[in-house]
């Protein structure tokens, strides 16, 4: 049987959703480790300023593509854009275009979706179903099509407690549930939305299982693979540790930890945080976009991609090894020291946000009113609390995902492409991954230069100073206000105070009689 790569070699792949952050390194993956492969045809957005051309030569630029660089200095000529807008019929591709895939295409990598969690519904069934309709659409015309990779989400079916590796009923059919929003205008569609998701958190998690209906009807016509990432993370091991490129999910907690900006959060710290490195969801995809396109199974095999039931590791855990890490490797210009704090307890969680994220952020918008700066920090805070309050759903609970896909897809792999496209998390080192998932929002998102640690570490120390004195003065303020107006709070403030000299007395007095 052909090795992974070998299989890749000469085929024209589609992947749509290329200038993600999972799009971006499933193109760098399968141009280092399949250099045979013949093109790379991305479905690309023109942004309002910027060309599609300008865009794909911006992507190609980052540092995430230095090995192949090394490499292959020409690999940009594999890549081959499409203009496309999902938002539009037929998805805007034009005929020659049309034309073009229909006649080359032998794999689709469908990546593309929204992942915002407040995305409107209308918004978000456009991106994450009629969008993937279309595309199957046109896969259907091509002629030489071997594989159709779907990349859905580990949460999609989230209302349920154990999730196994099958395509599950949707919550309501999507061709009703899409002529039926077509009329309506958006307001309309906002009041009923509550109702539509039901059980669900979000617009995300609902139409992402509509996606999946859509997909599977299509199997009988297409050789269909579903992968369900959980939360994606920062690389593990490939290009290399800790890559990441935004602010999405767990990277904007992080960052704001380590800033000192983020003081609290509602979480359960025996929950299970099911992350998933970025790479092991590529190698995943491609290994079942291998299988898929040689076994051609009967029907659409679904991947749950997930940690929790193969390599558990816990909020509480990740807490503690966040904070850690950036206590040792510091961000630039933090806010305050790192010192978040995971508690489930609803009313606790809203004292510390009065207490360490409210009140210090109303003295510092004060203090710049003062020095004649626009306030910024509380809208800083209110940006913060309400992407944490997007997470709560997830942060709070655990589930079940069955993986038995999983272990068979890795039992079909030769010896070299377990190595080469690994995704056994059984391997997975949890606070070597953290410390660098860190140390990769610092460099990479933040371009922080590490060389710069030493001066945020005295940074820090100047931090640590200035909060031991605010602490003092404020203590001895409050005493002295008590002691003022209160004979019984002078009684204990006398008594704490001859008790702690009556400590150091005896202290001296044992000390003397031991030389």
Known sequence: MASIADYYADKNVLITGATG???????????????????LYILVRPKAGQSMQQRVSDMMKCKLFDRVREDNPDFHQKIIPISSELMQPGLAISPEDVEKLTASINIVFHCAATIRFDEPL??????????????????????????????????????????????????????????????????????????LIGDRPNTYTYTK???????????????????RPSIVGASWQEPFPGWIDNFNGP?????????????????????????????VVV????????????????????????????????????????????????LEQAFRRPNANITSNYLINQYWILVSHKFPALIYDFYLRLSGQKPQMMRIFNRLHKAIGLLEYFSRQDWEWNSENISMLISQLSPE???????????????????????????????????????????????????????????????????????????????????????????RASSTLTK
């Open 21 to 39: 952050f999972m799009g971006k390194v499933l193109v760098e993956k399968l141009l280092r480790s399949c250099p045979e492969v013949k093109a």
């Open 283 to 330: 190698n995943l995809t491609l290994a079942a976009g291998w299988y898929t396109a040689v076994h051609r199974p009967k029907s659409a095999l679904v991947y749950n991609c997930t940690t929790g039931g193969i390599n558990p590791f816990h909020w509480g855990e990740i807490e503690h090894h966040v904070m850690s890490t950036f206590k040792r490797n510091p």
């Open 122 to 195: 209308k918004h978000a069934l456009q991106l994450n179903v009629i969008a993937t309709q279309q595309l199957l659409g046109l896969a259907q015309q091509m002629h030489h099509l071997e594989a159709f990779i779907h990349i859905s989400t580990a949460y999609a079916n989230c209302n349920r407690r154990h999730i196994d590796e099958v395509i599950y009923p949707p919550p309501v059919e999507p061709k009703k549930l899409i002529e039926s929003l077509e009329w309506m205008d958006d307001s309309i569609v906002s009041d009923i939305t509550p109702r």
């Open 251 to 279: 990277s904007g907690v992080f960052i704001a930890a380590g800033k000192g900006i983020l003081r609290t959060m509602r979480a359960n710290n025996d929950a299970v945080a099911d992350l998933i490195p970025v790479d």
């Open 209 to 227: 299982a509509l996606a999946e209906c859509v997909v599977q009807q299509e199997q009988g016509k297409l050789n269909i693979g579903i992968i």
């Open 417 to 507: 492409d377990r190595k080469t496209f690994n995704f056994d998390v059984r391997q997975l080192n949890w606070p070597e991954y953290i410390e660098n998932y860190c140390i990769g929002t610092k460099k990479y998102v933040l371009n922080e230069d590490m060389s710069d640690i030493p001066a945020a570490r005295q940074h820090l120390r100047k931090l640590r100073n200035i909060r031991y004195t605010f602490n003092t003065l404020l203590l001895v303020f409050i005493w002295r206000v008590f002691i003022a107006r209160s004979q019984m709070a002078r009684n204990i403030w006398y008594f704490v105070v001859s008790l702690c000299f009556k400590f150091l007395s005896y202290f």
